[in-house]
């Protein structure tokens, strides 16, 4: 009787002491404590009844407590894991982003290249530059037609608005492929392109007198190794013809007006890059054909490719429908490659295709430079670049 009445006080402390939350061991089974008088024993249960407390007043909501805040520091490295993952994603596409652009940029000067090579062989043997720059639109608007229809390209969705904003650009477009094609069929492919290489000093004079536009300091300065470099190149050309050189010049006024009104007139337009040289194509053809048969006209096209079957033989086809079909590729991914990168970007990398260009039609065609002209050149493009770096 004594030993129950000193237990009973343990087992309630016990009890008491579970319910007021103490913290315990989750694999603790609580029974009563042994007396003081008599020693514990593990083997000794007959004396002693075993006091179980139910898991409810075992302390378990504070069990719970712990085990969802383990919960929420497990979801707190699960956020930043995603964390990770997604800056991964990210810097994988930026990654991916830059690969693109340097396959746009390796494709846009490997097909300049090749459209040069074939158009002055062209020209070379069939000279008639007005005709040649009619194939070379004529091709490219059919090849989109086919794209469309097909639907290997999406259709753009026009308007009259869109094409009355396009018809000045149009008219620039035209008039700088032609004048460069003239240019081309009268000198070497590499003088012409060094005259063009000044475009930007054009861009700035034009911009300045008749928009009213201001420039840096540096940007005027930027366009003396620009002018310097192409008149000591035009000066020293060993095979210079005036009609050549003007060619190349009114190529460079006609396309800064093509840029300006491209920049005027196609604000909020939501045409692609792609399909918006397409329908460009498709006007300037429009344009340049009634031109081209007065200038030149079938007669003059029919002896002219007598000739030319004749001494170069049916491989005059192939070399007409590659410049078209190139003229018309280079021209594309140039454009798609604008709604990927930045003015400057794209500025500077026109600088590279022009010296790619040079130097390739310089080996191919044997032509001949002088030391001096060669100089005038590297100063003209490097006035180019100077001018990319300054415009920014």
């Not at 310097?228 to 000066?235: E, F, I, R, S, T």
């Not at 001949?368 to 001018?387: D, E, K, R, S």
Request: glycine residues 4%; proline residues 5%; positive net charge.
């Amino acid at each position: 009787m004594i030993s129950s009445i000193k237990q009973s006080p343990a087992s309630v402390a016990v009890s008491d002491l579970v319910r007021s939350n103490a913290i315990v061991s989750r694999s603790t089974r609580f029974c009563a404590l042994p007396s003081k008088t008599q020693p514990f024993s593990l083997l000794s249960s007959s004396s002693r009844p075993l006091y179980l407390t139910p898991l409810n007043q075992l302390g378990f909501r504070s069990l719970k407590k712990r085990e969802d805040d383990s919960f929420k520091a497990e979801a707190y490295e699960a956020d930043r894991s995603e964390s990770f993952a997604i800056d991964d994603a990210e810097a994988r596409s930026a990654a991916a982003q830059k690969a693109k652009i340097g396959v746009y940029f390796a494709t846009w000067w490997a097909l300049n290249v090749v459209f040069n090579i074939y158009n002055k062989k062209v020209l070379n043997a069939f000279p008639y530059p007005w005709l040649t720059s009619t194939l070379s639109l004529a091709c490219g608007s059919l090849m989109m037609l086919i794209s469309w229809a097909l639907r290997i390209a999406e259709t753009p969705k026009t308007d009259f608005d869109f094409w009355k904003a396009l018809a000045p650009v149009a008219v620039a477009h035209t008039i700088g492929h032609v004048a460069a094609t003239v240019s081309m069929s009268k000198v070497a492919v590499s003088f012409t392109h060094i005259i063009k290489s000044g475009e930007p000093a054009f861009s700035v004079l034009v911009s300045r007198f008749l928009l009213g536009e201001t420039f840096p300091v540096q940007v005027y300065l930027s366009l003396l190794p620009i002018i310097g470099g192409c008149a000591l190149a035009a000066v020293t050309e060993l095979n210079f013809n005036m009609i050549g050189f003007m060619g190349a010049m009114i190529s460079n006024i006609a396309f800064v007006f093509r840029n300006i009104f491209s920049k005027k007139g196609m604000k909020g337009k939501s045409v692609s890059g792609m399909n918006y040289y397409a329908c460009l194509s498709m006007l300037s053809l429009v344009i340049l054909t009634p031109f081209a048969i007065a200038v030149e006209g079938p007669k003059m096209w029919a002896a002219g490719w007598d000739n030319a079957l004749s001494q170069i033989g049916p491989q005059i086809i192939w070399w007409v429908a590659a410049q078209s079909i190139f003229y018309h590729l280079y021209n594309q991914v140039s454009y798609m490659s604008l709604d990927e990168i930045s003015p400057l970007t794209f500025s500077i990398g026109n600088t590279m295709k022009r010296i790619s260009v040079i130097v390739s039609s310089i080996i191919i065609f044997h032509t001949p430079v002088q030391p001096v002209n060669a100089l005038g050149a590297a100063i003209a493009i490097l006035g180019t670049f100077l001018y990319s770096q300054a415009k920014q």
